[in-house]
């Protein structure tokens, strides 16, 4: 079965410490989004990627980084300079030029203690 | 101003009941309009596109107005199982197809 994988389900995190969401997608999508949903409001965009080896900066990029080192993964970090990290991520994909038909796998519950 | 904002709801039916939820969106260079549902700790998935001359798929009409940038998702005859949050969804080609997406307005149909 094609699709997007998200782990882990939940995470719990200590405060300072910087951790990794995984993503993969077994679609051959070339475009990889990361969004972040806090209680109450839509996605916003954090990165996304159209190609291996590059990534561009969404909307709230501050304190999060991102890798594209093969076309099926794009992890997500959330560093300690992320003030606020408590929410859900999302991950999705798609194929270039169809940007609007996104693909989103089943999140991250991230919580910081 | 949000460049997608929705009735705040939530929206508490009764089975059976037609509802209706509004969108507004503020980039007039939107270029394409959609519907998301999402459940309960889910992930969004894609409930329907919406195109200027409006479109339906079974119980759900969607509505386009360009000269007022507004969408509407109309349900008929909801059932228990309509209940989950929907979102309005617009994308630009000149933010790079980018999707904005609005909060949501949560529906609750009751028995």
């Known amino acids: 079965d094609g699709g997007i994988t998200q782990s882990p389900k939940y995470l719990f995190r200590k405060e300072g410490q910087n951790v990794t969401l995984s993503c993969e997608q077994n679609l051959n999508h070339d475009a990889m989004y990361w969004y972040r949903q806090d209680p109450g409001q839509g996605l916003r965009l954090i990165y996304y990627s159209q190609i291996v080896n590059d990534f561009q900066k969404g909307d709230i990029a501050e304190g999060y980084s991102v890798s594209r080192e093969k076309k099926e993964s794009f992890p997500l970090t959330v560093t300690s300079a992320q003030k606020n990290p408590t929410a859900f991520y999302l991950c999705a994909s798609s194929i270039v030029g169809t940007e609007e038909t996104q693909y989103f796998g089943p999140g991250t519950r991230l919580l910081v203690l | 101003r949000k460049e997608v904002e929705q009735d705040p709801g939530p929206f508490n039916v009764p089975e059976g009941a037609t509802v209706a939820f509004n969108c507004t969106y503020s980039n007039s260079a939107s270029q394409s309009f959609f519907w998301y549902r999402q459940d309960c700790r889910k992930e969004p998935k894609l409930l329907m596109s919406v195109y200027s001359s409006g479109n339906e798929d079974g119980r759900f009409t969607a509505q386009l107005n360009r000269a007022s940038q507004y969408i509407s998702l109309l349900i008929r005859d909801s059932k228990l199982s309509d209940s989950a949050t929907y979102l309005c969804?617009?994308?630009?080609?000149?933010?790079?197809?980018?999707?904005?997406f609005g909060q949501g307005t949560e529906l609750s149909v009751k028995p």
């Open positions: 969804v617009v994308a630009s080609y000149n933010q790079g197809g980018k999707l904005i």
